[in-house]
């Protein structure tokens, strides 16, 4: 079995800073990409950011040159710093990850339970 533990959520004023952190654990063989999304009231949820194994980064153009993702893959986790927070930052953000889980030949998507970021004007 496979978990997602996210972490860092909370208050901020607009302008301000956050640092998101989850950790994969379980029965895990390996993992390609590990992300992060977003979900406000009413929206579809949203691609944040993500990075694979290999290095490779996407961001949603509305976070470019303010949010951060790193990955430390030896602890199976994934970061995401924000900064220059705006109001419209506001959401639940979910951890993500594509990984392969032992005696399995296929790749699965994972999700983290959630957590709340909240960026006041």
């Known amino acids: 079995q496979v978990q997602l533990v996210e972490s860092g959520g909370g208050l901020v004023q607009a302008g301000g800073s956050l640092r998101l952190s989850c950790a994969a654990s379980?029965?895990?063989?390996?993992?390609?990409?590990m992300g992060w999304y977003r979900q406000t009231p009413g929206k579809q949820r949203e691609l944040v950011a993500t990075?694979?194994?290999?290095?490779?980064?996407n961001y949603a153009d509305s976070v470019k040159g303010r949010f951060t993702i790193s990955r430390d893959n030896a602890k199976n986790t994934v970061y995401l710093q924000m900064d220059s927070l705006k109001p419209e930052d506001t959401g639940v953000y979910y951890c993500?990850?594509?990984?392969?889980?032992?005696?399995?030949?296929?790749?699965?998507?994972?999700w983290g339970q959630g957590t709340q970021v909240t960026v006041s004007s």
């Open positions: 993500n990850a594509a990984l392969k889980v032992m005696g399995l030949a296929y790749e699965y998507e994972y």
């Open positions: 379980g029965n895990i063989f390996s993992i390609n990409a």
């Open positions: 990075k694979t194994s290999g290095g490779s980064t």
